[in-house]
C-alpha cells in the first residue's frame, strides 16, 4: 500500500490482536487501556482496518526481522529507525512513480480523450508548473472538492 502510514498501521493493528485478544479472554486489562485503544480503534473505520490488516499482514511476511522488534522496550529506538527509513522509501517510490505521469497528465485529464484533449495542453516537454493544477482550467475542475465547484465555475 503506497498510501499506508506503516507507524499508524502497525499500531492499529497490534491494538485489534490485543482487542481479539481480550474478548477471547486471553488477556485481563485495565479499562484505562481497554478505553485508550478502543479511541484509536473507533477513529478507523472497518475498510481502513481491513486495508492495514492486509498491509501488516504483507509487511511482515516479506520483512520478518520487523516483527522480532515489535513489543520489545530494548528496541523501541531500531524499530522507530527501521520503520521511518520504511516510510521514506514508500514515499520516495510514490513520489517518483507520480512523477512519470506527469507528462501523460493530458491524457489522462481529458474527459473524452478520443474525441477531445484538455485545452491548454499540457504538453510533455513542459517545465513550468504555471498552467498546472488549480491555475488550469480544466484541472482546477478536477481538483475543486464537490462542494464548492459550483463557486468555482462561477468564479475560477
Known sequence: ???CD???????????EQEE??????????EQIKAARK???????ELTRARYKRTFEYVMGHAPYLE?????????????????????MI?????ED?????????SYAAPNPDKDVVRPPITDNSKSRAQMGFN???LGKMLCPAKYLTDYIKDP
Request: hydrophobic share 35%.
Open 1 to 3: 500500500d503506497m498510501f
Open 91 to 95: 514515499n520516495h517510490t510514490r513520489s
Open 98 to 106: 507520480a512523477s512519470r505521469l506527469r507528462s501523460r497528465m493530458g
Open 68 to 88: 522480532t522488534l515489535i513489543g520489545r522496550r530494548k528496541k523501541r529506538e531500531e524499530l522507530t529507525q527501521l520503520i521511518g527509513k520504511m516510510q521514506n
Open 136 to 138: 488550469h482550467v480544466q
Open 39 to 45: 479511541k484509536i480503534l473507533d477513529d478507523c473505520d
Open 6 to 16: 506503516l507507524k499508524q498501521m502497525i499500531q492499529v493493528c497490534l491494538l485489534l
Open 21 to 30: 485478544a481480550a474478548e477471547d479472554g486471553d488477556e485481563t486489562e485495565e
